[in-house]
Structures are given as structure tokens and as C-alpha cells.
């Protein structure tokens, strides 16, 4: 069963008022920018990163108010435990171009990318981020001013590091109403955390994941997300991508609540996953990567929950996946709505999901399922009309077993009665596709087991 989420009363912060950052600090400097439409222009502007710190080591706080020019930084603003930095809610803090680092980060960041997580690796702790727009002004799928990376600095990061905002090896923190936009990097990328609470993050033309958590990670309520981003609106992955994961391990006890995803006609992922695994280290052990008794409720306007297996795309299939498939238990979702076709994909090892309180406000097709399980099979073909180029995205061959499903209170628009079990859940038995490559997917020997 969940465990309580503990909301945190931050004594010794809430009795500090945070200064205004004193001005006179601030550097003067010019550079180019690029914004949609306009081509590349010459910005006279002001670094405040020394502004901001030097507010901080006197008060271990710092407000930005709103003026008529971005606050702009040329690497992360980094916080020491029991630290404080707010923002008017219409104060721009912007990522000046060619920086390539996220905007603000703890101070002892640990990456463990080959080793386990050692129990005490001395976390930053009673940390608060509330307010601001925050941008790395990234205009477009290609013209990201410089600013790919959301990288802990600029020198020697700590591998994995991909945030706008990113707290890694923390404990007791919060981040509270900010608005992220434009950005190449995760909204807010946490990792080896717990006891934290994510609440009110909107995401403006975002360019990836909205909140992203890696492990270990427990104890969490993420709360409050909505708009419109490229890829996940939330995403906790235990096992990753090994270029976007400073640690692994377990993620459990966390509720996510009260997401949105952007409405029709505005680009948008309107995704959630997670990602469970094995991780492989270099030397050949393995880590367990589970992800269990999460709760989800009172989400809209989100088409795909992605629970599934999905090796590295970017740096390949063989050199990065998990050593086998992943497992969930006690995932809880409630109080779903979806105003167009989605549904919930498991190719995970799972025991104990339960689906309930769901409206759909579409038109169901026969085909549509509001639950598969079972693996997928995909091509991705690099823009290139070379077979011998195409990759698999999924495990399409790899099975996986479901136990203790329960499906309730599942409903067409105002509909009184539920949806059938049968109607809403499909097994997945995959077979190789004979005419591969002339059709596609590829498809595979996989299949989805639902012990009833």
C-alpha cells in the first residue's frame, strides 16, 4: 500500500524573507540570439548568476522580481542545503545561448552511471525553487540557441545531468508554480531523491520531458502539470537511457495527480511513463530497477501512459537496454479522462495494477483498446529509405506477465453503466511480419500473459 505523502513544513525557511537581488552585481556583456522569424540579433543584456549567489550566501535566500528585461545566466544558479530562491510568477530568468547547462541545481551532486547508490552519499537537504519563467530558449526542433544540454556545468557534469531545473542527491525539497518554456531540457530533472514535492510546473512549447525522476527515487507528490511538451509530461524511470540517468535503482510511494496535457491543435506528446528494468553495469552485475506502489489520479487530456520496455534509440539498441524486462507492482490509476482515443500499454512483468473511474469522451472504435498488454513492435527509419538503417524501437520479442488486474468504473461519455472487461483490454501476441521490409513494423515472437 502507498505510504502517507509527508508534507514539509520548512521552519527555518518560511521565517526568512528572501532579498530582492541586489543589482549592482550584475554583469554587463552582449551575444547573438536566435527567435523564431526573426534570424539571429544582437542582445545587450546582464549575467546575474554572481547577483544571485552573492543573495544567496548572505540570506540562503533570494526573490527575482518581474522587470522589463530576462534575468539572464550563463550556467546553473546552485543552491546549498536550506537554501530558498523565488521568483514573480511573470519574472523571466532566461539561459543566455552557447551555455548548454541547466539553470539551477543543488550543490553535492553524486552521480553513481556504473555502481549502485551507496546508502549515504551526504544529500542536500530543505531546498525551495518557487516562481519564474524559465527559459533556455530553444525556438523550434532545430534552433535551440546553443542549448542542448541541460548538463550540471560546463566542465566535467556529472554524466546523466539533463535539466532545466536539477536536483540530483537530495532530500526535503520543493518546486513550487514556475513555468518552463522553450527548452531542450527536462522541466525538472530529479534523481537519487526523496521525501520532495513537485507542485504547479506548466510547461510552454517545452521541447521534452516535463518532470522527470530517476532513481532512486520515493516519497514524492508530483502535482499540478499541464501543457503543452514534445515528450512526456511525467516520466519516472527507475531503469534509463544511460545518457539521460545520473543513477538507477527503485522508484516507489509517489502520487502524481492533476496533470494535464495541452489541448488539440497545440504539438504536444501528452504522455506519462514509466520506465522499470535491469540495469547492466560495465562490469557485468545487475541492479533491480522497480517501479511499485505509485498512485496516478485526476489526470486529463493525457493519450498515452507508456509503461513499457524501450531500449536506446539514440546510442543504440546494443550498446544500451535493459538486461531484461522491467516489473511494476501496486500502480494504482483513478479518475482518468480522455477526450480523444489513448490508452494504457504494459510490457512490463506486473503485479497489482488497478483502473478505475475513467470516462471517455470519444467515439469508441472496435479497435480501440483502453488497456494492452503485451510488447510493441516499430520502426524507426532515420529519414532514410535504406532497410539495412532501420531500427526496432520496442522489445517486440520479449513476453510479459500480468497478475491481479482490476478494471472498474470505466465509461462512455455520460454513460451509466461500465464498460466490460472484455471490451477494454487487449493480450498482445506478436508475430513476425513475413514482408518485412516492404510493409512495417518488423514485429517479433513476443507476447503478453494475463494471469486472471
Given at each position: 500500500?502507498?505510504?502517507p505523502?509527508?508534507?514539509?513544513?520548512?521552519?527555518l525557511?518560511?521565517?526568512?524573507?528572501?532579498?530582492?537581488?541586489e543589482?549592482?552585481?550584475?554583469h554587463?556583456?552582449?551575444?547573438t540570439?536566435s527567435?523564431p522569424?526573426?534570424?539571429?540579433?544582437?542582445?545587450?543584456?546582464?549575467?546575474?548568476?554572481?547577483?544571485?549567489?552573492?543573495?544567496?550566501?548572505?540570506?540562503?535566500?533570494?526573490?527575482?522580481?518581474k522587470?522589463?528585461?530576462?534575468?539572464?545566466l550563463?550556467?546553473?544558479v546552485?543552491?546549498?542545503?536550506?537554501?530558498?530562491?523565488?521568483a514573480?510568477?511573470?519574472?523571466?530568468?532566461?539561459?543566455k545561448?552557447g551555455?548548454?547547462?541547466?539553470?539551477?541545481?543543488?550543490e553535492h551532486?553524486?552521480g553513481?552511471?556504473?555502481?549502485?547508490?551507496p546508502?549515504?552519499?551526504?544529500?542536500?537537504?530543505?531546498?525551495i525553487i518557487?516562481?519564474?519563467?524559465?527559459?533556455?530558449?530553444?525556438?523550434g526542433a532545430?534552433?535551440?540557441?546553443?542549448?542542448?544540454?541541460?548538463?550540471s556545468s560546463?566542465?566535467?557534469p556529472?554524466?546523466?545531468t539533463?535539466?532545466?531545473?536539477l536536483?540530483?542527491?537530495?532530500?526535503?525539497?520543493?518546486?513550487?508554480?514556475i513555468?518552463?518554456?522553450?527548452?531542450r531540457?527536462?522541466?525538472?530533472?530529479?534523481?537519487?531523491v526523496?521525501?520532495?514535492?513537485?507542485?504547479?510546473?506548466?510547461?510552454?512549447r517545452?521541447?521534452?520531458?516535463?518532470?522527470?525522476?530517476?532513481?532512486?527515487?520515493?516519497?514524492g507528490?508530483?502535482?499540478?502539470?499541464?501543457?503543452?511538451?514534445?515528450?512526456?509530461t511525467?516520466?519516472?524511470?527507475s531503469?534509463?537511457?544511460?545518457?539521460?540517468?545520473?543513477?538507477?535503482?527503485?522508484?516507489?510511494?509517489?502520487?502524481?495527480?492533476?496533470?494535464?496535457?495541452?489541448?488539440?491543435?497545440?504539438p504536444s506528446?501528452?504522455?506519462?511513463?514509466?520506465?522499470?528494468?535491469?540495469?547492466?553495469?560495465s562490469?557485468?552485475?545487475?541492479?533491480?530497477?522497480?517501479?511499485?506502489d505509485?498512485?496516478?489520479?485526476c489526470?486529463?487530456?493525457?493519450?498515452?501512459?507508456?509503461?513499457?520496455?524501450?531500449?536506446n534509440l539514440?546510442?543504440?539498441r546494443?550498446?544500451?537496454?535493459?538486461?531484461?524486462?522491467?516489473?511494476?507492482?501496486?500502480i494504482?490509476?483513478?479518475?482518468?479522462?480522455?477526450?480523444?482515443p489513448?490508452?494504457?500499454?504494459?510490457?512490463a512483468?506486473?503485479?497489482?495494477?488497478?483502473?478505475r473511474?475513467?470516462?471517455l469522451?470519444?467515439?469508441?472504435?472496435?479497435?480501440?483498446h483502453?488497456?494492452?498488454?503485451?510488447?510493441?513492435?516499430?520502426t524507426?527509419?532515420?529519414?532514410?529509405?535504406?532497410?539495412?538503417?532501420?531500427?526496432?524501437i520496442?522489445?517486440?520479442?520479449?513476453?510479459?506477465?500480468v497478475?491481479?488486474?482490476?478494471?472498474?468504473?470505466?465509461r462512455?461519455?455520460?454513460a451509466?453503466?461500465?464498460?466490460?472487461?472484455?471490451?477494454?483490454?487487449?493480450?498482445?501476441e506478436?508475430?513476425?511480419?513475413?514482408?518485412?521490409?516492404?510493409?512495417?513494423?518488423?514485429?517479433g515472437?513476443?507476447?503478453g500473459?494475463w494471469?486472471?
Open positions: 500500500m502507498m505510504k505523502i509527508i508534507l514539509f513544513l520548512y521552519g525557511l518560511a521565517s526568512l524573507s528572501a532579498a530582492d537581488v543589482s549592482s552585481l550584475a554587463a556583456s552582449t551575444w540570439e527567435w522569424n526573426t534570424g539571429p540579433h544582437d542582445v545587450q543584456g546582464e549575467i546575474w548568476n554572481d547577483a544571485i549567489q552573492s543573495a544567496l550566501d548572505k540570506d540562503n535566500a533570494v526573490h527575482l522580481p522587470r522589463d528585461k530576462p534575468y539572464y550563463d550556467g546553473p546552485i543552491l546549498k542545503s536550506g537554501q530558498k530562491l523565488t514573480d510568477s511573470d519574472a523571466e530568468i532566461r539561459l545561448p551555455s548548454n547547462t541547466c539553470m539551477v541545481r543543488n551532486l553524486v553513481f552511471a556504473d555502481q549502485p547508490v546508502e549515504n552519499t551526504k544529500p542536500d537537504t530543505n531546498i518557487e516562481g519564474g519563467i524559465w527559459t533556455t530558449l530553444a525556438n532545430k534552433d535551440n540557441n546553443g542549448n542542448q544540454r541541460g548538463a560546463k566542465k566535467n556529472v554524466p546523466g539533463h535539466g532545466v531545473i536536483l540530483q542527491n537530495v532530500r526535503h525539497v520543493t518546486v513550487r508554480n513555468t518552463v518554456r522553450q527548452s531540457a527536462f522541466a525538472v530533472h530529479l534523481a537519487n526523496s521525501d520532495f514535492t513537485i507542485d504547479g510546473v506548466t510547461l510552454d517545452h521541447g521534452r520531458d516535463g518532470v522527470h525522476v530517476n532513481a532512486p527515487a520515493s516519497n507528490l508530483i502535482r499540478r502539470v499541464s501543457g503543452a511538451s514534445r515528450d512526456d511525467v516520466a519516472l524511470n531503469w534509463d537511457w544511460k545518457n539521460y540517468a545520473p543513477s538507477f535503482g527503485a522508484i516507489h510511494d509517489i502520487v502524481i495527480e492533476d496533470v494535464h496535457g495541452s489541448p488539440d491543435g497545440v506528446a501528452n504522455s506519462v511513463r514509466f520506465l522499470p528494468g535491469v540495469k547492466r553495469f562490469d557485468g552485475t545487475m541492479l533491480d530497477c522497480p517501479i511499485h505509485i498512485t496516478v489520479r489526470i486529463a487530456n493525457i493519450s498515452d501512459f507508456k509503461l513499457y520496455d524501450q531500449p539514440e546510442v543504440g546494443d550498446k544500451d537496454a535493459s538486461a531484461s524486462i522491467g516489473s511494476l507492482r501496486n494504482v490509476f483513478e479518475n482518468l479522462t480522455f477526450n480523444r489513448g490508452s494504457i500499454q504494459i510490457h512483468n506486473t503485479d497489482g495494477l488497478t483502473i473511474d475513467v470516462k469522451n470519444f467515439a469508441l472504435d472496435s479497435k480501440d483502453l488497456i494492452e498488454l503485451g510488447p510493441k513492435s516499430q524507426y527509419k532515420h529519414n532514410s529509405d535504406d532497410p539495412a538503417t532501420w531500427t526496432e520496442f522489445s517486440p520479442d520479449l513476453d510479459c506477465t497478475r491481479n488486474l482490476s478494471v472498474s468504473g470505466v462512455l461519455h455520460e451509466a453503466t461500465d464498460l466490460p472487461i472484455k471490451e477494454l483490454v487487449h493480450v498482445i506478436l508475430k513476425p511480419n513475413p514482408d518485412y521490409p516492404k510493409t512495417t513494423p518488423k514485429g515472437t513476443g507476447k500473459v494471469i486472471r
